[in-house]
């Protein structure tokens, strides 16, 4: 599957990659890499041979506002800011929850338009043999719409049966082929 620009797997593959990149460079600097040099405290401490320095004999100046660093991390801060502004903001799972629902509603209402109204009716009637011997079902689909009150119908189920005629049941007597027939029923139909 590839995802489309701006999509929700698109958006979550930069927030962990962001996200590792961050992670990993937080460890990188808690590792212990300098952002900028500065002088070890001597403690009063004069190495042998050394006049005393001008420094120590003054009062420390008060810390300077701290300058923009442009290193590695600061960089990747900036790349970070930078790919977080580009995209759309995560919606809360309600939201989307919502928003699911909002099309769920959309696409039934899409579905009710394209289906012509009409209701379902449950019945058993025989669907009549047409002239070419084949069940005509649309006729038996329109008799039980008929009997519920509707104009016409479309057959939705229908069922079979075997119909014997009363001489099958002759102790003795030999079975003939048109002794027992197939019936084919009408058991639920769309009205209209």
């Known amino acids: 599957m ?5 999509t929700s797997s698109t958006r979550s593959r930069v927030y962990i990659t962001a996200l590792f990149v961050l992670s990993m460079l ?7 890499w300098p952002q900028s040099a500065q002088p070890s405290p001597t403690l009063g401490l004069q190495e042998q041979g050394q006049p005393p320095s001008p420094q120590q004999d003054q009062p420390a100046p008060a810390a300077a506002a701290p300058r923009e660093n442009p290193g590695l991390i600061n960089e990747m801060g900036k790349l970070f800011e ?5 995209l759309p903001p995560l919606k809360s799972p309600s939201g ?14 899409a579905l009710s338009r394209l289906a012509k109204p009409g209701s379902m009716v449950s019945g058993r009637v025989v669907c009549p043999v047409a002239a070419n011997g084949t069940p005509d079902c649309k006729t038996g689909a329109d008799k039980l ?7 016409e119908g479309n057959s939705l189920n229908t069922d079979s049966a075997q119909t014997c005629s009363a ?3 002759i102790p003795g007597r030999a079975r003939k082929p048109d002794d027992c027939r ?7 139909a769309l009205c209209q």
């Open 2 to 6: 590839t995802a489309r620009p701006g």
């Open 82 to 86: 930078k790919s977080l502004s580009i």
């Open 96 to 109: 989307t929850v919502g928003d699911l629902n909002a099309r769920a509603k959309d696409a039934g209402d």
């Open 182 to 188: 197939t019936d084919n029923y009408v058991t639920s």
């Open 145 to 151: 719409c008929q009997s519920k009150g509707y104009k």
């Open 26 to 32: 937080t460890i990188v600097s808690h590792e212990g």
């Open 167 to 169: 001489k099958v049941l």
